[in-house]
């Protein structure tokens, strides 16, 4: 089993920055590739970046290529999303979650575990 627990949301402004944290737990960390995802109120949950066990590789969606970046390491258990230039659209729960799989997943099926989402307002 594997324990996911995000932290590092808050509220601020437009073009502030903020980093999230994914603590990990239980099985070996290194063995999965890790996604950050978001839902925003009354839309479905996105894929907004992903990062394969060795942090060799990353994808990001369009909508935050050039403002995001992805980031883990191994020996804390922990992955990082730092965001920058945030706008208000950025809006959302920011959820991690993890996948026993060499290359990067962006389908939320994909994935086997899940934290409990922190949040992340911009305000304009």
């Known amino acids: 089993q594997v324990q996911l627990v995000e932290s590092g949301g808050g509220l601020v402004q437009s073009g502030d920055s903020l980093r999230l944290s994914c603590a990990v737990s239980?099985?070996?960390?290194?063995?999965?590739?890790m996604g950050w995802f978001r839902q925003a109120p009354g839309k479905e949950r996105e894929f907004v970046a992903g990062?394969?066990?060795?942090?060799?590789?990353?994808v990001y969606a369009d909508s935050v290529k050039g403002r995001f970046t992805v980031s883990r390491d191994n020996a804390k258990n922990t992955m990082y999303l730092q965001m920058n230039s945030l706008k208000p659209e950025d809006t959302a729960v920011y959820y991690c979650?993890?996948?026993?799989?060499?290359?990067?997943?962006?389908?939320?099926?994909?994935?086997?575990?899940w934290g409990q989402g922190t949040q992340v307002t911009v305000s304009s």
């Open positions: 990062i394969t066990w060795s942090g060799g590789s990353t």
């Open positions: 979650a993890a996948v026993r799989s060499p290359r990067v997943r962006v389908a939320i099926g994909d994935y086997d575990y």
């Open positions: 239980g099985r070996t960390f290194g063995s999965y590739a």
